[in-house]
């Protein structure tokens, strides 16, 4: 089974995303993880991304589409992914769907989880507040998420429409509980087998 989970950030995609790889044995794809590695190993990649992120703008498509056709070929990728900030813009949703179609393999569902954004903001000014300085993000401030809920207004939200269209689209209520938000993504992925 092979998920999208969309949403702004701090929406909880991590967080479902990390109990689905529990317990339906799918892997997650956290692009933003992915791209935060690559910056603390000082490859290539990570040093073209690293001024990019911290301004809370996205990264090109061209660098994101190859990262992730790269990984879903690997063997943990075989009983289905989560992709967790992957796609992020109209094109890299096109160019997901090429790639798949070329590999035989399809989406299973595209969950959004959708959350109020003032108590998005709160919810981030917690998380940096209870986060020790030298273990945060170099993008979890308060002006930075204003730009990436900006960026993901402007260029994620068109995603919305491209999979309603296609018939694969369900939205979760994301200012429930944890737990509430798993139940209802778990109603979900049992309908869409
Ligand atoms: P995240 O951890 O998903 O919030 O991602 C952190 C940052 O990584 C984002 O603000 C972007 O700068 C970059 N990023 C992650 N995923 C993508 C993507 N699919 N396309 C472009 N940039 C991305």
Avoid: W
């Amino acid at each position: 089974m092979n998920i999208i989970l969309l949403g702004p950030p701090g929406a909880g995609k991590g967080t479902q995303a990390k109990s689905l790889e529990s317990e339906r044995g799918l892997k997650q794809l956290s692009t933003g993880d992915m791209l935060r590695a690559a910056v603390a190993s000082g490859s290539a990649i990570g040093r073209q991304a690293q001024d990019v992120m911290d301004a809370g703008h996205l990264v090109s498509d061209d660098i994101m589409v190859r990262m992730i056709a790269e990984r879903i070929e690997q063997p943990d990728c075989a009983h289905g992914f989560i992709l967790d900030g992957f796609p992020r813009t109209v094109p890299q949703a096109e160019a997901l769907d090429r790639m798949l179609a070329e590999k035989n393999k399809q989406l299973d569902a595209v969950i959004e989880i959708r959350v109020d954004e003032a108590v998005l903001i709160e919810r981030i000014e917690t998380r940096i507040a209870q986060t020790p300085e030298d273990e945060r993000r170099a993008d979890d401030s308060a002006e930075t998420l204003e730009k990436r809920l900006e960026v993901y207004r402007d260029q994620t939200a068109p995603i919305l429409p491209y999979y309603r269209e296609r018939g694969i689209l369900r939205t979760v209520d994301g200012m429930a509980s944890i737990d509430e938000v798993a139940m209802a993504i778990d109603g979900i992925l049992k309908e869409s087998v």
